[in-house]
């Protein structure tokens, strides 16, 4: 897994270069293959994310491959299972590098929901 995530890491890292994009340190979490291309993604990712809110709290679809759900699924933290708790969590690196805010962590839980559960299964 480690050994993944850090060829992960030698595939993107020259191509964030070869995009003249600098980039924070970014905790990927758990691997794996993006949803979308992971380019168009770093663009993108605000309009989908408020596109399937809209879709799930005003027309009651829901579990699509956009949830928010999914991406935190992801893009956690292999060492404390969340999207935010250090400052390279996935959902706080790039946003603290840029000075945006987000809200949507005191509402959505910011840790992956598997580990929970695995955690609290008896
Ligand atoms: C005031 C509380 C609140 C805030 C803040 C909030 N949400 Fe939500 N969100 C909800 C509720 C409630 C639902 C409906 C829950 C459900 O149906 O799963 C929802 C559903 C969603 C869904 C669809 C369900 C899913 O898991 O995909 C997405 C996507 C989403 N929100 C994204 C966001 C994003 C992005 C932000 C930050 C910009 C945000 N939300 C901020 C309360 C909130
Ligand atoms: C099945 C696992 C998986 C899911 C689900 C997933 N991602 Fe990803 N995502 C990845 C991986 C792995 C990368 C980086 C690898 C690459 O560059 O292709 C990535 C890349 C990204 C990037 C670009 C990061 C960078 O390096 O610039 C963003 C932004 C992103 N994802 C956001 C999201 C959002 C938002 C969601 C939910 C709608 C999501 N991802 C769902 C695995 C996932
Ligand atoms: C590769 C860097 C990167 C990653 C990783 C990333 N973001 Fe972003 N995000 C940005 C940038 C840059 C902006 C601001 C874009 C703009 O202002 O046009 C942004 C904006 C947003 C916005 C819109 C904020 C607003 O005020 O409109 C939301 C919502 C958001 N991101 C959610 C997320 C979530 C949830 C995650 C984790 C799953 C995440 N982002 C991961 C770079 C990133």
Same mark, same amino acid.
């Given at each position: 897994?480690?050994?993944?995530?850090?060829?992960?890491?030698?595939?993107?890292?020259?191509?964030?270069?070869?995009?003249?994009?600098?980039?924070?340190?970014?905790?990927?979490?758990?691997?794996?293959?993006? =949803?979308?291309?992971?380019?168009?993604?770093? $663009?993108?990712?605000?309009?989908?994310?408020?596109?399937?809110? %809209? !879709?799930? @709290?005003?027309?009651? =679809?829901?579990?699509?491959?956009?949830?928010? $759900?999914?991406?935190?699924?992801?893009?956690?933290?292999?060492? %404390? !299972?969340? @999207?935010?708790?250090?400052?390279?969590?996935?959902?706080?690196?790039?946003?603290?590098?840029?000075?945006?805010?987000?809200?949507?962590?005191?509402?959505?839980?910011?840790?992956?929901?598997?580990?929970?559960?695995?955690?609290?299964?008896?």
């Amino acid at each position: 897994m480690k050994l993944f995530a850090s060829l992960l890491l030698c595939l993107w890292m020259p191509m964030a270069l070869a995009t003249g994009m600098t980039v924070p340190k970014l905790d990927i979490g758990k691997g794996g293959q993006c =949803v979308e291309d992971a380019q168009w993604m770093r $663009k993108n990712h605000m309009d989908l994310l408020k596109h399937q809110r %809209d !879709d799930t @709290v005003h027309k009651g =679809v829901r579990n699509t491959k956009h949830s928010l $759900k999914g991406c935190i699924e992801c893009h956690a933290s292999t060492l %404390d !299972d969340s @999207v935010t708790a250090r400052a390279d969590s996935f959902c706080v690196a790039c946003h603290r590098y840029e000075s945006v805010k987000i809200d949507c962590f005191e509402c959505h839980s910011d840790k992956r929901k598997s580990a929970w559960l695995q955690r609290n299964a008896k």
